[in-house]
């Protein structure tokens, strides 16, 4: 059974960061592209941040320059370094493997 676990989120003031993660179970990290999701509230889901399995990076322009996604594949964990945290990055963060999603974590960046 896969599963994907996102940890990491919670309320944050602006200007401030936060390390969010997925734990995968039954699924295996290193293979094909993973990405970090988020949706605001009213708003559609859009894509964050994507990372291949040769390890490049992609960034949505939002966020480009503050955060970094990372993966460990040894144990089965994604990242997402969020620095220079802005109130328009409030939303629920997901991670997405092909056809997978973990439940969701909330981060809320407010003074």
């Known amino acids: 059974q896969v599963q994907l676990v996102e940890s990491g989120g919670g309320l944050v003031q602006p200007g401030g960061s936060l390390r969010l993660s997925c734990a995968g179970s039954?699924?295996?990290?290193?293979?094909?592209?993973m990405h970090w999701y988020r949706q605001a509230p009213g708003k559609q889901r859009e894509l964050v941040a994507s990372?291949?399995?040769?390890?490049?990076?992609n960034y949505a322009d939002a966020v480009k320059g503050r955060f970094t996604i990372s993966r460990d594949n040894a144990k089965n964990t994604m990242y997402l370094q969020m620095n220079s945290l802005k109130p328009e990055d409030t939303a629920v963060y997901y991670c997405n493997k092909a056809e997978y999603w973990g439940q969701g974590t909330q981060v809320t960046v407010s003074p």
């Open positions: 039954g699924i295996i990290f290193r293979i094909n592209v």
């Open positions: 990372i291949g399995s040769n390890g490049r990076t």
